[in-house]
Nanobody, 115 residues
Framework: QVQLVESGGGLVQPGGSLRLSCTAS????????MGWYRQGPGKQPELVAV???????DYADSVKGRFTVSNDNARNTVYLQMNSLKPEDTAVYFC?????????WGQGTQVTVSS
């Protein structure tokens, strides 16, 4: 079993920053990539950012230049640094971990951008 523990969500004003983290524990074998998805109110889930164990990254167009995904492979941890946050970034952010055999999801952490 793999458990994902997320932290770092909260309420922030527009233009502010937050840093999310997610650590995978348990039987994590064959890790391929870690990343973040989000689902805003009344919206479909969407990929925010993903990073492979080799360091390749991919971002949603809407967050390029504002968000940075990074990882610590030794700790099976992925981070999402979110800067210049906008109200439209308000969503539940889910950590995602992919291995060669499975895909795991975190429980989600709420990010609210509001004045």
């Amino acid at each position: 079993q793999v458990q994902l523990v997320e932290s770092g969500g909260g309420l922030v004003q527009p233009g502010g920053s937050l840093r999310l983290s997610c650590t995978a524990s348990g039987s994590v074998f064959g890790l391929v990539a870690m990343g973040w998805y989000r689902q805003g109110p009344g919206k479909q889930p969407e990929l925010v950012a993903v990073i492979s164990t080799s360091g390749n990254t991919d971002y949603a167009d809407s967050v390029k230049g504002r968000f940075t995904v990074s990882n610590d492979n030794a700790r099976n941890t992925v981070y999402l640094q979110m800067n210049s946050l906008k109200p439209e970034d308000t969503a539940v952010y889910f950590c995602s971990v992919g291995t060669v055999t499975n895909h795991y999801w975190g429980q989600g952490t709420q990010v609210t951008v509001s004045s």
